[in-house]
């Protein structure tokens, strides 16, 4: 699916994937520097960081191994329901091992502040955190500290690049914005 597939769908192209690109080609050389050879446990989080943790995973030259959690706080609907439940827990021990989390976005914070709460709770030598998109809330309202950001945006709804409005336009290789329609506002 790309921009041509959407129609009257998407409302804007926020983040192209060419800059999609570029940013991760930037960031993977970050955390090249800071993990300096060290082994790494990739921690992803379904299903929203599936493209951003496979493309950054191929541009690091970090011995890694990858891992993924499931977890939920959105509803079908456009906002948070405040409430994180773990659908797919771990399967490697991370007792003692440096992770880097690869989310998809930090909205209000909450889902990420609880993960790193659970996985600090596991005994691992560090927890870094590394996001695709930060919107302004988490900004003012964030426990946790994120440490690589690719891209800031507004408070808008977003999609594409693994962000999906009721499980669709996650295969998208841009980030977007819905026309107000598609999730029930007006045209």
Known sequence: MDVNDMGRDLEKVLVSAKEIDARLSELAKEIDEYYDGEPIVLVGVLRGSVMAMADLARKLHTPLVMDWMATSSYGSGTKSSGVVRILKDLNEDISGRRILIVEDIVDSGLTLSWLVENLQSRGPKEIKIMTMLRKPEAIRKMKVDVDWVAFDVGE???????????EEYRGLPFIGTLASHVYGGEE
């Open 156 to 166: 808008e709804f977003v999609i594409g690049y693994g962000l999906d409005y009721a």
